[in-house]
């Protein structure tokens, strides 16, 4: 989709589409929120038959006009940024149920926020409505709402062209995290994934390293090749690095879990629960992305993505509970369920980034825990983290995004928890309560480097129904996040 710029005052055309968004406000308000060209629509409507309220939709085909939607966008006092974004989802799913693939935005002034903000959250409402996984539908009819090509914005905001710029590089982004979770795990494999990073190569100040079998093998990375041992295809090591930041100043590395298939292994995943485990790489995929992003918009920052590659299958050679596997960085682990393997991966790709990298902060994002869901439901990611200053951040890139992250603590008294009678430590927890903590503990156990974050996006990462801007299924949860906090932070 392309966004641009229409400065106000341009005559619109007879078969155009303009959404025109309205606050709950009197007729004279209106009028005085309307641009010029616009004005008829106070004069030939009973506008009180629309009251504003947050996403109220009205459609309007004038026959010797363009046509109206006129979307509420709810009380001036009450309008933010999350609210702004789904008035726009709102109205954009009224254009590709009414089959318009232009459309023209009035950008509304709002008194407490900033014009440039109102303009940024209208237009990701747009951008990340507009879209679909409808590839493998072969009749056109069947193939669910169109989407839109274009959308210009109405508006003389200062920077107005950069700001959708910026947006455009982001939402874009974030829509192809979102295909590549919501595609099948047959391309979307070790190395499809791989391929996908190998071409983000191209970017300047990107570079991309991939780790083959016979690699990762030699350098002794025993969990992620545990993990491995039931698949037919090959584990993938993924390094991408983006150098933005003048040389000498740190960096932070993103590791993301990419289980392409989670089967549970041996300990098989019920009916219920296995369908949607093609989407058990989005934290490889949200870190993938995230540096692309940062690349793209030429961010001033170093940043790493790490992504440990491998499907949990069930076969002959699969690993058993019981086992014992020793990781990268030495510690020996017994396997007290196939089915936490996300951790095992992680743990190895942890250890390895620390002593190969050296990156000054750790971030791992990773759909861990179903425990994570039942806990937050899935509009909120559980974190832990070793750094209070870190936390803030991030937690306030999700506030800012409307990607929002709740904390969770480590307690000391629970690392008792993952020791195990016949190895260093085991991948479940001799209790099974407080799922996401322990999570967090176990990969505790993986990092020295002081400033460590984990993002447990089991509940956000994939949706059940569709919400606003957020489709049914791959949501795309993490990029915005990452980019908003990698763009705020002090290196
Ligand atoms: N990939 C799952 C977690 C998951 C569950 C993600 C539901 C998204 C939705 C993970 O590998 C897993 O199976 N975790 C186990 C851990 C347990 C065996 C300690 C779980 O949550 O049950
Ligand atoms: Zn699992
Ligand atoms: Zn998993």
Redo the contacts with the bound molecule.
Sequence with gaps: MILVVKKTGQTLKRDDAVIVFLAEQGRAEIKKSLPTELSYIEKRLNLAFFKGKQSELMFLPFADQPTIILCGIGKKGEIDAESLRRSAAAAIALCRDRFIDHVNITVPVIPSLDGGRVLICLAEGTYLANYGFDKYKTKSNDNGKPLLRSAAFLTNVKNAASILKRVEIISRNTLLCRDLINETSEKSDSRGIAREAKALGKIPGVTCTIYGKKEIEKMKMGLLLAVNKGSARPPQLVVLKYQGGRPGKKFLALVGKG?TF?S?GM?L?PSG?IE??R??MAGAAAVMYALKTAAELKLPRNLYAVLPLTD?MLSNESYRPGDVFTAYNGTTVEIG?T????RLILADAIAFTEKRLKPDSIIDMA?????C?TTFGELVAGYVTTDDGMGALLENAGAATGELIWRLPLFKDYEENVKSDIADICN??AE?NA?TI??GIFLKNFVKTKRWTHIDI?ST??ATKQRGYRPKNATGFGVRLLVEAVTNWKD
Excluded: Q, S
């Design positions: 289980i989670d549970g300990n995943k629960h949607d485990m989407t058990d949990n369920n089915d936490a393997e996300g759909t861990l825990t179903g425990a869901l479940v927890p099974r799922g322990m999570g089991a990462a994939r």
